[in-house]
C-alpha cells in the first residue's frame, strides 16, 4: 500500500488527476474536522442540550434528509419540485400503513416507504420528463394537491381525518422512544444518506444530472437520455422524501393529512435555496436555518403577545402568517443577494479565515 | 474629411464573460454616406465588432473593455442599445430575426420604437416602395414567409427607424443568388436615396466589394488590411481569399488556398 | 334539468373567472417566460385593496375600483422593478422559485393585515342585472362578472392589436434580442407586462371576492388553479387561456354537483397531469413555427 502523507492546506492547486478534483475532502483538515464535529454530535449534543432542544435537532434531522433529496433535484437536475411536501406525506403514511396493517419492522418500513414513495413521485414525473421546460413543476403541483386529496379521502387506507396511530419502533427488539434514541437514529439515517448523496453526485449518474441542468439540449446530444435521467433524479428525491417522513411518523407515533401541505413544499424550497443549490452539505445548513428560524419566530410572537403589546389594540398576532411571511422574505433576499446560499457564505468566510492576513 | 467621420471605433477590445477575448484591437473610421464592408472569414470578430457599436453586447455578458467608440463625437461604447438605437443606429441582425407571430406589417411597425411621435404610414410607404414585394403579404404571418421575404422584412423594419447608420450582418445568408442581386441593389438605393451610411459584413465579397466604397478585412478579431473597395478588389490575396480567384486568373481549389495560407500570415 | 342548466351557467361564470385570472399570468409568460406562482397572491392584493377601500376609507364603489385598479398596476410595475428586474440574465428556475418567495411573502403580509377569516363586501350591485326566469336563477354578479370580463377582454385584445406599445409587447414576447436590436425598451415591456397582470390580476380578485366572499387562502388557492387552466388551454394564448377557464370552470362544478363536492378542487389537476400525457402544448399552444 502506497505510504500517504497528511495533507493539510496545500498553498497551490497540486491535483495530478481527476480523482484528486473529485475528492470530498481537499484537505485531511477537513477530514479531521468531520470527524469531530461527528463526535461531538453523537457523544456530547444528545446527553447536554435539554428534551425540547433535542426535540428541534431531530427535526432539523428529519427536514434535512428530505431537503437533501429536493436539492438533488433542484440544485443539480434543474427541475423544480412544488410537491416535496406531500411525497414527504406519502412517505409517513406509506410505513404507518405496513406498521399498522403487515406489522413492518422499523428497519424495513422506512426503505420501504421511501420506495413506495419514489415510484409514487416517478408516477408524476412520467407526464413531465417528455417536456422540456418547466412542466415538471408544474406536474409536482398537481400532484401535491391530488396527493393531499387521496390522503384525506381515501378512507379505508388512510383512516381520513382521524389519522393512523404507529405501534413503537424498535430495532430488532430494542424499542427505540423518545428524543434521545431518536436522535440516534434520525442523525444516524442523516449521515448515511448524506453519504450517499455526497458520492451519488460524483457517479456518472450525478454528472448526467448536472449536464442536464446546465443544457438539457446538450446532455442530449451527448448521448444522455435526458428522460430517464431526469426521471431517476425525480424517483431518487422522492425517495428522501419518503424516507424522512417515515422517519417522521415513527417519530410523531401519530400521523394525519394536515401537515402535509403546499406550505410545506415551500417550506422545503426554502431550505435548499437558503442552504444553497447543488450544495448537499448546504440542504444541512438550510435545514437548521429555517427550523431554527421558525423556533426563533415562535419565541417571538409569544413573548411579544405575553409582553401584553397587543393586548389592548385587541391586534392578534399569529404565528403561521408571520413565518409566512418571513420564508418568502428569506429566500427572496438569498435569491438576489446570494443565490448560492449559505454554502457559499460559509465558504467565503472560511477561506478567509484560511487566507487571512494576505488574502491574495 | 475629419468631419465627414460618422463612426470612428478606436482599438476596441472585447471580452465574452471576462474571459473569451474575441476583439484585440480593432480600429476603423466610416465615412458619412459611404457603405463600408467589412470581410473576413467566420469567427473573425466581424458580428461581434457591429454587436459592439449596436450595444447588443449586453444581453450577451459581452463587454468593450478597452478602447472607446465614437459616434457623432459622443462615447457610445458599452451603452444599453436603448440609448444607441436612439442616437440612429439600427443593427439588423445576422440570420434574419422576425417576430414570427407578428404580420409583415405589425413586424415593419415595431421598427418606429424609437421615435416618438410614430407617423409610420409615410414611413410603411416609403418601405414598400423600396421592397415591394411585402405589399401583397402584409397580412402574412412572418414565420410563413420565404427567405429572401423575410430578408427585406428585417431591413424594412430598420428603415422605418429612420436610422443615420445602419449594421447589415450578412444580408445575403441563404439567399438564391438572383435575389442577394436584388437585396444588394436596394441596399445601394437605400445609400443613396435616404442618404444612410452602411456597414455592411458579408461573407460574399465579390458583391459585397461591388458596391462598398471602403473595406475593412478581419481576421482574428483583428483588422488585417484596409483600402479602397477598388484597391480591394484588386489586391492578390483577397482575389486569393475571398474572391476565389488565383493570381493567374484560374479557379483554384479550396485546398490550394489552405495550403498557401498556411505558408503565408497577414502581417 | 333545471339543474343541469344552473350548473352550467355557474360553471360559465366561475370559469370565465378562472380564464380572466389566466390571462395575467399568460400575459407574463409570454414576455418573459416566468412562471408566475405569486399570481393568486396578486388577486388577493387586489380583492382587500377593494375592500380597505370600501370598508376602511369608505370610498364609493366606482372611485374605490379604479384606484384598486391603479394601485396593481402600480404594484405589479413595483414588484417587476424591485425584484425581477435584478435576475434579468439569470437561469430562469431563479426568477420561479422569486416567485414562489413572493408569493409567501404577499400571503404573510395579507394574513397579518386582515386576517385568515372571511370578509365579505357591502352589497352594492344593482339587482337589475340578476335574471330570474323559472328555477333558473342568474345572480347580477354574474352578469356584472360577464360584462366587466368582456369588457377587459375587448381593450387588451384592441391594445395588443392595434396600439404601437401592445405591438412592442408582442414582439418582445416573439424575439427578445430583434427587439432589443430596434430600440424596443424591453425593460419597460416587462415593467408593463407585470403591470397590466396585475391590474387583471385585481380586478379578477375583485370579481372573485364578489361572489365567494375574500379569503387570503382561497384567492391564493385560485392562483394556482391557474395552471390547470393555460396547460389545458396552452401556455401562451389568452384566448386559450378563457376557453381552457371556462372548461375547468364547468368540470368543476359538474363533478360538484353530480359526483362529490370534495372532488371538485381535485379534478383541475387530475385534468392537468391528464393534459400534460396526452397533448402538452395545450388546446390552443404554439408549437414553434419550424422553419425559418
Sequence with gaps: MKKRTLRFHPCGNYKERYDDELTIFESDFGRFWALVGLIILFAVVPYVVSPYLLYVINMIGIAAIAAIGLNILIGYTGQISLGHGAFFGVGAYAAAILATTVNAPFLLAVPAAGIITALVGMIFGIPSGRLKGLYLTIATLAGQFIIEYILIHWESLTKGTMGITLPTADIVGFPISGDKSFFFVIFIALCLMTWIAINLVRTKFGRAFIAIRDNDRAAEGMGIPIFRYKLLSFGISSFYAGFAGAIWAFYMISVTAEPFNLTLSVEYIAMVIIGGLGNIAGSIYGAVFITALTEVLRWLTDYLMNSGAFATSGFNLNLAPLREFVFGLA??????????GLAEIWRIVRSSFRLWPFSY | MENNILLQINNISVVYSDVIQVLKGVSLAVEKNHIVSLLGSNGAGKTTTLKAVSGLLKPENGKVTDGSIIYKGRNIQNQYPEFITRQGIIHVLEGRQPFKYLTVEENLKVGTATRWLKPHKDDLEMVYHYFPALVKRRKALAGYCSGGELQMIVMGRALMAHPELLLLDEPSLGLAPLVVKEIFEIIVKINEEQATTIILVEQNAGMALQIAHYGYVMENGKIVMEGSAADLVKNPDIKEFYLGVGVAGDLRSYRDVKSYRRRKRWL | MDFFVQLLINGISVGFLYGLSAMGFVMIFKSSSVLNFAHGEL???????????????????????????????????????????????????????????????????????FGGNLNTYPDFLPSFLGIQRGMINIPPVYTATLIIGLTFLAVFGLFFKYSSQGIYMRSVADNQKAALSLGVHVKLVFALSWAIAALVAGMSGIVLGIINGINVHDLSAIGLKVFPVVILGGLDSIGGAIIGGIIIGLLETFTGGYLSPSLRDVVPYIVLVFILLVKPYGLFGLKEIERV
Design chain 1, 331 to 340: 429566500i427572496v433576499v438569498f435569491i438576489l443577494f446570494e443565490p448560492r
Design chain 3, 43 to 113: 388577486l388577493a392584493m387586489g380583492a382587500f385593496l377593494f375592500l380597505a377601500l370600501v370598508t376602511w376609507a369608505q370610498l364609493p364603489i366606482l372611485p374605490a375600483f379604479l384606484i384598486t385598479l391603479a394601485g396593481c398596476f402600480v404594484l405589479g410595475f413595483v414588484v417587476e422593478r424591485l425584484f425581477l428586474r435584478p435576475l434579468i440574465g439569470e437561469p430562469l428556475i431563479f426568477v420561479i422559485m422569486l416567485t414562489v418567495g413572493l408569493a409567501s411573502m404577499f400571503k404573510g403580509i395579507l394574513l397579518l393585515i
